[in-house]
């Protein structure tokens, strides 16, 4: 496909690398030419400098030839100025990025009379991560897929489990569980599963299941986890903002803690049953004082990077159980996984897998279409659903007879409302929702899965 980005923010930056390593032809606007410099010289891209909400840069740009349009600039204005621009010019599909919650009941509307093919909200899908992980604080992170049926659910083995020590056979047939243990993180390392492996204390495992079966997975394998029945957020910013909105549905209390007297002053007026602090949270005896010891959950919303792990790793110092850490740059990865922090939040990576989902099925026209795409293991390990059409390669052969690559995992079928998690004899059917776990980054077609 012929892509076109305006903005080389973080998001820009990641979206130009996930579609130019797909194989598309990616092109980039921004007004700085050093961004430009620098993307263009990292991956095999165009780029332009100038205002990409003039006619004439998008069509130096490119944009008569272009199949899809994206903007994701700092701008929500601006992001939707570029696309009705992109859609007169082209007739291409549009994809703008609008965060503020003034247009949060919008969305609909001006996806309909602008024509976009998406309006996405990075900050909203932030806070529905951080509320699925609050309603089962277990988990790191819970995926969801099949609509909800099944979930990829990553969790961090501790020392008091019964299955460390275990290989993954002796668990399954010890365990008889109707899940699939899919990959292992460990250190800088990457696996995915297989029989033989044996679990180590502090290994990240990811596992698919229903809801209900990873609740007894959790419970049988003596995996801590309390309802979590408070909260305290620093920042009050628009994923706050978000969240409050999502938790005001549950039993979950929140206590916000925002130095801006004016952003404290609409927090309390719009959320009378939230507890709003005026005060600094890199004070610690405030956030002492506000019961950060005691707390179900703390969740690090501010601006920085650096103050959200400073105060996570206060939280988990200070006693409260579960830890939520919005991360903002995502090219320092490593380095923060070494600090062991609870639950990270990254609405760039959030934002570029809606798009590379949006991407990979338009660009499909073979045996499947891609319905839901996440990095689980950044940049190394991706999870892909796929909706199986009826001229797809692999339709009615047992899985077993069926050649895959090498580290690709068959890791659900959902049929109806019927979840499967697959065995050797088990086959696919036209319209089954095969969710496939693969170190191939980029597969565009289940069948790309194979040999």
């Known amino acids: 496909m012929n892509i076109i980005i305006v903005g080389c923010g973080r998001v820009g930056q990641t979206l130009a690398g996930r579609l130019n390593a797909d194989g598309n032809d990616v092109t980039v606007i921004d007004l700085s030419a050093e961004k430009i410099k620098q993307l263009t010289s990292k991956y095999d891209i165009m780029g332009i400098v100038g205002n990409g909400a003039t006619h004439t840069v998008q069509k130096e740009a490119g944009i008569e030839d272009a199949d899809l349009f994206i903007a994701v600039t700092n701008s929500d204005e601006l992001n939707l100025l570029c696309c009705m621009i992109a859609k007169r010019a082209r007739g291409c599909n549009t994809i703008a990025r609008v965060k503020n919650p003034e247009y949060s009941t919008e969305m609909s509307y001006l996806k309909n009379e602008l024509g976009l093919a998406m309006v996405i909200n990075p900050e909203y899908a932030a806070a529905e991560e951080i509320a699925r992980v609050l309603r089962f604080p277990s988990a790191m992170k819970i995926e969801p897929f099949a609509k909800g049926k099944v979930e990829l659910i990553k969790f961090k083995l501790t020392r008091e489990s019964n299955i460390v020590g275990m290989s993954i056979r002796e668990l399954m047939t010890t365990y008889h569980f109707d899940l699939l ?23 990240i495992v990811s596992i698919v299941a229903t809801p209900k079966n990873a609740n007894e997975f959790f419970k049988k394998i003596n995996y801590k986890g309390q309802v979590i029945k408070d909260a305290i957020i620093a920042g009050g910013g628009v994923i706050t903002h978000y969240l409050c909105d999502i938790l005001s549905r549950t039993n979950i209390s929140l206590k916000i803690i925002e ?43 501010c601006s920085l990077d650096e103050e959200n792990i400073l105060l996570s790793l206060f939280a988990k110092e200070a006693g409260s159980e579960k830890q939520f850490t919005k991360i903002n740059r995502i090219d320092y990865d490593s380095v923060i996984n070494r600090l062991e922090l609870d639950t990270t939040i990254c609405p760039k990576n959030i934002t570029s897998d809606i798009i590379m989902r949006f991407v990979r099925a338009t660009n499909n026209a073979k045996g499947s279409n891609v319905e839901t ?58 319209g089954d929702a095969v969710v496939i776990v693969s170190k191939q980054l980029g597969l565009q077609d289940i069948s790309d899965a194979l040999r």
């Open 259 to 301: 130095k801006d007297l004016k952003i404290c002053e609409e927090l309390a007026s719009k959320w009378q049953n939230v507890d709003v602090i005026h005060g600094d949270v890199a004070d610690r005896e405030l956030l002492l004082e506000e019961g950060i010891s005691s707390a179900g959950a703390f969740v690090a919303l």
């Open 181 to 203: 243990v899919c990959t292992i993180e460990r250190g800088e390392e990457s696996y995915i599963a297989n029989g033989s492996f044996v679990f180590e204390e502090k290994d």
């Open 373 to 430: 795409l996440y990095n689980i293991i950044q940049d190394k390990v991706e999870a892909a659903e796929f909706i199986i059409k009826g001229n797809s390669p692999i339709t009615g052969i047992p899985l077993h007879e069926l050649k895959f690559k090498k580290d690709v995992l068959v890791a659900s079928i959902t049929r109806g409302e019927q979840v499967i998690i697959p065995r050797g004899n088990d086959v696919i059917r036209e």
